[in-house]
């Protein structure tokens, strides 16, 4: 057997999906030797898995903003020239980012009351990509 087949045996290489098995308490267990793994394709594979792990936050938030039509709080409540906290809306948003990742990196469904509120939070938003871009442009000289 080639040696690069034989590594694919040993790390679970291979053209099928790493496994994932559902475990009790709603964990997920993903059983791969991230160390052994070549890293052309441990890089394809972590990339997979991150744009899986988006997709089911995009699909997730959109279900969510479905069920959750009354009672909701505008994600710029409190913040400068926007609306002010403690308001519970009802209704279909002005504004809605399915995409929006918190400070822990995990996607987060904003919704956004008002013109005034949505071109506020496009600002920010703004902001924080081009903060993003200096910082990586800093560190890469």
Not at 25 to 32: D, K, T
Not at 58 to 68: F, G, P, S
Not at 98 to 119: F, Q, Y
Request: charge should be positive; aromatic fraction near 6%.
């Amino acid at each position: 057997m080639p040696r690069a087949a034989q590594r694919g045996k040993e790390t679970g290489a291979g053209t099928q999906p790493p496994p994932v098995l559902a475990l009790p308490a709603q964990m997920i267990e993903i059983r791969v030797d991230w160390s052994k793994m070549d890293m052309v394709e441990a890089r394809l594979w972590y990339q997979r898995l991150k744009l899986e792990f988006e997709n089911a936050g995009r699909i997730l938030n959109a279900r969510a903003c479905k069920l959750e039509s009354e009672n909701w709080t505008c994600y710029m409540a409190g913040k400068p020239k926007c609306c002010p906290k403690g308001i519970k809306h009802s209704g279909i948003p002005r504004g809605t980012d399915l995409e929006h990742k918190n400070s822990d990196g995990l996607i987060k469904a904003v919704r956004v009351c008002s013109e005034n509120c949505w071109i506020r939070y496009q600002d920010e938003r703004i902001t924080e990509r081009r903060n993003a871009y200096l910082a990586e442009a800093a560190a890469n000289g």
